[in-house]
């Protein structure tokens, strides 16, 4: 094991300590119905006063600031934690914070800048308490970074995840503001189909990922707790870390594409969670839908662009986009209908699609018209962006 790897993982055992003391220190205040430390009392309690005793003293051979961020990301848990029992936070419920693991499928830890970690001129990432780090960069840094988050996944891969400000002028001119706008039906046989009656195909990946099928019947017949079982379970989870790669990279490419050529996008709101408990589960789940939506709708707000979302009980595969006539429920395997009123032959995604885009108020052109703006969640905090402003961020 290289000796970075040595240090990194000392460097996430240290920060899982903390943040499993922090868990427990206010777990059991709470059961002894006292009230709870402040961050700063907490801080010198499990951070400072603990290097100095013998039982934590190890906790000093990594960077203070891995240990800081460590109890802030455990005080922010806290904090969504309670704001989503007043129902002051948006989005599905967040479950009290819970004890970290060694055997967890993700580790990490951040690096602010008062850190004083820096890339040096070879291209190598200098962490403090951990030396220069070999990076295989996917880009260039465009302006200096203000926290690095270095993060191990289950496959067994390392990543430094950095927060940069950028330019809403340079985004301005990376998308350039157009007159069109479109409605998009999301499916299984067609991943997407458009409103101009594109239909864009569904990759499948994983179903089309034959090493995962032979990775977990490798995995299936190893013995609990062996060695050969954990270098099958690292297979498997490099298997499962391509497809989502793969997944992950066709719906940056499409929802970026889509984004630069249209000023308005229109798309349904599905009840994923409700598909997934059919028997199309393993489709749904490989299409990715919610990842799809949630990348426009972030893009959009950064691009100055309008994403709309139609009702989830608009009945966009029952009405025809010609006349406006509801024909009532059509079976699956129905794919193609003659409406009853004005005898249009209509392919039924894309019918759809022309729904959505009426329906979320962009039948007329985005320029000049009044589009009905969507009601657009705030994008999910990045790795990193603890204590700072991440309106005009992206890492």
């Known amino acids: 094991m290289p000796a970075f790897h040595r240090s990194l993982a000392q460097a996430f055992g240290c920060a899982r300590v903390v943040f499993n003391d922090v868990v427990r220190a ?82 990490s830890i951040r690096f602010t800048a008062n850190a004083r970690w820096a890339v040096n001129k070879s291209g190598r990432l200098n962490l403090p308490k951990i030396g220069a780090v070999k990076v295989k960069w996917s880009r260039t840094l465009p302006v200096r970074p203000s926290s690095v988050t270095v993060v191990k996944d289950a496959a067994g891969r390392y990543f430094a995840s950095f927060v940069i400000d950028t330019d809403p002028a340079a985004d301005a001119i990376r998308m350039p503001a157009t007159d069109q706008s479109v409605g998009i039906d999301l499916g299984l046989t067609h991943f997407a189909v458009l409103s101009d009656g594109t239909k864009i195909d569904s990759p499948r990946f994983l179903r089309r990922e034959k090493k995962l099928k032979k990775a977990q019947r490798e995995l299936s017949r190893k013995q609990k707790g062996s060695k050969n079982r954990e270098k099958a379970r690292v297979k498997v989870a490099r298997a499962h870390a391509h497809v989502a790669d793969a997944r992950r990279e066709f719906h940056h490419q499409l929802s970026t594409k889509l984004i630069r050529e249209n000023q308005a996008i229109g798309v349904e709101d599905l009840a994923v969670r409700g598909l997934a408990r059919t028997r199309l589960a393993k489709s749904v789940h490989d299409a990715g839908w919610a990842q799809f939506v949630h990348m426009l709708e972030y893009k959009a707000v950064r691009y100055g662009r309008t994403s709309v979302k139609t009702g989830r009980f608009e009945p966009t595969s029952q009405v025809c986009s010609a006349c406006g006539v509801n024909d009532g429920p059509k079976p699956l395997h129905i794919r193609e209908w003659t409406c009853a009123a004005c005898n249009t032959v209509h392919d039924r995604d894309h019918n759809a699609a022309k729904n959505v885009k009426t329906a979320a108020g962009l039948a007329v052109a985005a320029c000049g018209a009044q589009v009905r703006p969507g009601s657009l969640p705030a994008p999910r905090d990045e790795a990193g962006s603890h204590g700072f402003s991440t309106e005009p961020r992206a890492a």
Do not use: H, M
């Not at 700063?40 to 499990?46: M, T, V």
């Not at 802030?72 to 693991?101: M, T």
């Open 26 to 107: 206010r777990e059991t205040a709470r059961k002894a119905g006292e009230p709870c430390s402040s961050a700063g009392q907490l801080s010198k309690d499990l951070i400072t006063r603990a290097k100095q005793s013998e039982a934590r003293s190890w906790l000093g051979e990594v960077s203070s600031v891995v240990l800081q961020q460590a109890l802030r990301d455990a005080e922010a848990a806290y904090r969504n934690f309670f704001a989503s029992l007043k129902g002051e936070r948006k989005g599905a419920r967040v479950g009290a914070p819970r004890f970290k693991s060694r055997k967890d499928a993700r580790q």
